[in-house]
């Protein structure tokens, strides 16, 4: 998958997340940086140990590649995972999949949900 393609797929993914994600005040995105900044609520921050994340699409795709390998979330979602790495015209880019790959591109793994 090309560069350009990735780059609009993650874009879409953080559209999606923007329903799904509770744990953050104010999200920001920038395409042209392709950095995600969160605001993190009480909870979350306490869990990063700060109040505010950036997180880049670079990290996100990582996150989705260790979705896709399985064993960190349930099967519906890494079948998501895979169709994004393997059959991206294919994703579902449902906001449940889109907090828990931002998720755990913040914190390693799926901490609220």
């Known amino acids: 998958m090309n560069k350009e393609l990735?780059?609009?797929l993650v874009?879409?993914?953080?559209d999606a997340a923007g329903?799904?994600?509770n744990w953050a005040v104010e999200a920001?995105?920038?395409d042209a940086?392709?950095?995600y900044t969160l605001t993190l609520d009480e909870d979350a921050a306490e869990e990063a140990g700060k109040s505010e994340v950036v997180v880049t699409y670079a990290q996100i795709r990582t996150a989705i590649r260790k979705i896709a390998?399985?064993?960190v979330l349930n099967p519906v979602l890494t079948s998501s995972a895979k169709d994004f790495v393997f059959?991206?015209?294919e994703a579902d880019l449902d906001s449940d999949f889109a907090d828990a790959a931002i998720q755990i591109a913040v914190f390693g793994e799926v901490v609220f949900g």
């Open 69 to 71: 390998k399985g064993g």
């Open 28 to 30: 920001v995105q920038d």
């Open 11 to 14: 874009s879409d993914l953080i």
């Open 19 to 21: 329903y799904g994600i």
């Open 87 to 89: 059959r991206p015209d």
């Open 6 to 8: 990735q780059a609009e």
């Open 33 to 35: 940086a392709q950095t």
